[in-house]
């Protein structure tokens, strides 16, 4: 097509007073940085609703960067003397971004001389890259439309100047006598208008962190009333009914499985009157150590019977302190486990408090076990 | 986006409205063909001119003539950097009143396009379009600028065959329009105080040449998308000269005796 156009449709259209506002604020905000490509006024957008299909195309121009200075103009390659950037994705109806395409989703072709040597630098495929969003603006009165779109994934020639980052591209499509079907705000329906761009890196997108809660337990044990918690005690062994069964735990769909001390239905019997006991007193000190309030807390130890007083929430930093006593007649490790969740995510610790026998020397009869009694001052 | 389409009759009309802005958008529709900058700044002068009147200059790396959107058009770039050259040239002047924002009225109305030749050697493809603003429009947010323009003179050297129909002189006459985006908006910024917009506006040296003037300029990085473009002149009815009228009265003056003469005639006839 030439330039040669009938004088109704080449008309200037002036005098209609805009107002300063754009209608609809669904850009990206990104920005593109150095090293820039620009494509000129001859691009193109269009759009169909059929298939969903945004394709933006037009003639690169110019590489530039300011600081190392790097500058050349986008020439054909040596191979079909063509230039071109194109941009392909797919959107619903809303505009939101559904998809690339199978291939490259942007793709910068052309040859580059950046030392003015008349021999190109770099040649063929400049830039490849992935679309991972899609953001858009319909201007109003006179005003121009705005595209922008954030890449990752990128290869090409030109790829090392652009490691580590993303690639941000910026478009205006402009009320233009040469598109009559322009984007209208929506994408229900098919529209074509006129394109200019740049694209330029641009600092990869942080990965959300991950919803995570954290949650501590430290377990003691004490002999006596206002005595300071040690994660060792040690009383005088003798015999004991009770006896460990393993026990499957649910917590909102997370199993896991524990050792239980007790006599787990059993009749106490006659005979373990006779040997005497000692009152422990457990305390679990429960923290929560993360920045996200944690809920749902359960609080398990070796025990049979539950650990009284376990909040339902406990937010970032409070503490909360849970005890129990325990009359007990032999040597049992204590595990001490605690849960919660925030949102999706599940978090635990776990801690044990090791009750022994008292310290004495070793008896002949002994069973090997004893063995670790250890010695005095231990 | 919604096109706007004006016919020869609301342009006349209108043009003769430009020149004295305030904030809002003329609402220019681009055409072909077009000149689009590259790697453009903007840089505000609040007192460029004078106390009263500010200098924005638009100035690019390089500019490219677009034929047209259609496949199979082509388009030709000229760089205004090269070897020992890293500043950019300026392409377009606006003179801006820094109480409103309205162009200036005077001597010199509202300012140039002066899209030059690139840096690179004769032989080369290179063009000219050099033209005196008509009319501008901003919107209050800075974000987006027009203006109107007539172009005053355009050149074209060793263009390539696919763009022969650019011959010198083509479009003198031609009204043209201009159209700048601005992806940031303006916060603190105005017509009063001085300012730079433009990919790595706030680190770049290259446009250091540009900046002497300015007094503590609010340098924004952001990217800015300038495109210039003209339609072919409206062709111009001939004008009779004086001495041609004259002429018609007299013949018209003995026409008239012997037209009635043949009436009366006819009449007797009958």
Redesign the interface.
């Known amino acids: 097509m030439k330039i040669r156009k009938p004088l109704s449709k080449i008309c200037l259209a002036l005098g209609m007073i805009a107002t300063t506002t754009l209608s609809q604020a669904a850009l990206l905000g990104v920005m593109p940085n150095e090293p820039i490509v620009d494509f000129g006024g001859a691009g193109i957008v269009n759009y169909d609703a059929t298939t969903g299909l945004v394709t933006i195309s037009g003639t690169p121009a110019t590489l530039f960067q300011s600081n190392p200075f790097l500058y050349g103009e986008v020439l054909g390659t040596g191979v079909d003397d063509e230039k071109l950037v194109t941009i392909k994705l797919h959107v619903d109806s809303a505009g939101h971004l559904v998809s690339g395409i199978t291939g490259p989703d942007l793709t910068v072709k052309g040859s580059i001389d950046i030392d003015f040597d008349g021999v190109p630098d770099y040649d063929g495929i400049l830039l490849e890259a992935e679309v991972i969003a899609f953001g858009f603006e319909d201007g109003v009165a006179g005003a121009s439309d705005v595209f922008d779109l954030r890449f990752n994934t990128v290869a090409g020639a030109l790829a090392p100047l652009y490691n580590g980052k993303d690639i941000a591209l910026n478009v205006v499509s402009e009320t233009s006598v040469e598109f009559l079907t322009p984007f209208a705000g929506g994408f229900a329906t098919n529209f074509m208008g006129q394109a200019k761009g740049v694209l330029g890196a641009t600092d990869p997108v942080q990965p959300p962190s991950p919803v995570a809660c954290q949650l501590d337990v430290v377990a003691t044990c004490s002999l006596e009333d206002n005595a300071a918690g040690k994660s060792k005690c040690r009383i005088k062994v003798s015999k004991s009914p009770k006896h460990w069964e393993h026990v499957d735990v649910d917590f909102h769909g997370h199993t896991f499985r524990r050792s239980e001390y007790g006599m787990h239905g059993h009749q106490v019997p006659t005979w373990a009157n006779r040997y005497p006991t000692t009152n422990v007193t457990f305390s679990y000190v429960v923290t929560n150590t993360g920045n996200t309030p944690v809920s749902n807390l359960l609080l398990t130890d070796s025990f049979e019977t539950a650990v009284i007083g376990v909040p339902a929430l406990l937010a970032p930093g409070a503490s909360v302190t849970l005890t129990r006593v325990e009359k007990l007649s032999e040597g049992i490790d204590n595990t001490v486990t605690v849960m919660g969740e925030y949102q999706t995510a599940v978090c635990a610790d776990n801690d044990v408090v090791v009750i022994k026998d008292k310290l004495r020397e070793r008896r002949e009869h002994d069973e090997d076990r004893y063995k670790d009694k250890g010695k005095r001052g231990e | 986006?919604?096109?706007?389409?004006?016919?020869?009759g609301?342009?006349a009309?209108?043009?003769g409205?430009?020149g004295s802005a305030q904030?809002?958008?003329?609402?220019?529709?681009?055409?072909?063909?077009?000149?689009?900058l590259?790697?453009a700044y903007l840089i505000y002068d609040s007192n460029g001119i004078d106390a009263n009147t500010g200098l924005l200059r638009v100035v690019a790396?390089?500019t490219?003539l677009?034929?047209?959107?259609?496949a199979?058009?082509s388009?030709l770039?000229q760089?205004y950097?090269?070897?020992g050259d890293?500043a950019p040239d300026v392409v377009l002047d606006f003179r801006i009143a820094n109480g409103t924002g309205s162009l200036v009225a005077g001597t010199f109305v509202g300012g140039t396009v002066g899209i030059g030749y690139g840096t690179s050697p004769a032989s080369v493809s290179k063009f000219s379009w050099q033209g005196a603003l008509t009319?501008f429009?901003f919107?209050?947010?800075g974000?987006?600028f027009?203006a109107?323009w007539t172009m005053g003179a355009d050149q074209y050297l060793s263009m390539p065959a696919t763009l022969s129909?650019?011959t010198n002189g083509s479009f003198v006459g031609g009204?043209?329009?201009i159209?700048i985006?601005n992806?940031?908006a303006f916060t603190t910024q105005s017509f009063a105080n001085d300012w730079v917009f433009g990919?790595?506006a706030a680190?770049?040296?290259?446009i250091n040449g540009y900046l002497s003037g300015l007094t503590t300029p609010k340098k924004v990085?952001?990217?800015v998308?300038v495109?210039a473009?003209v339609?072919?002149p409206?062709p111009v009815a001939p004008v009779p000269e004086p001495e041609t009228i004259l002429l018609m009265a007299i013949g018209l003056a003995a026409i008239v005796p012997f037209a009635r003469r043949r009436e009366a005639s006819s009449d007797a006839a009958t």
């Open positions: 986006m919604k096109a706007i389409n004006f016919g020869i609301a342009l009309v209108l043009l409205t430009a904030a809002g958008l003329l609402g220019v529709t681009q055409t072909f063909p077009d000149v689009s590259s790697s790396n390089a490219t677009n034929e047209g959107a259609a199979g058009n388009t770039t760089s950097l090269g070897p890293t009319g429009g919107q209050a947010d974000k987006a027009d109107t129909q650019f009204l043209g329009g159209k985006s992806s940031v990919t790595s680190t770049s040296t290259l990085n952001s990217t998308l495109d473009f339609a072919q409206v």
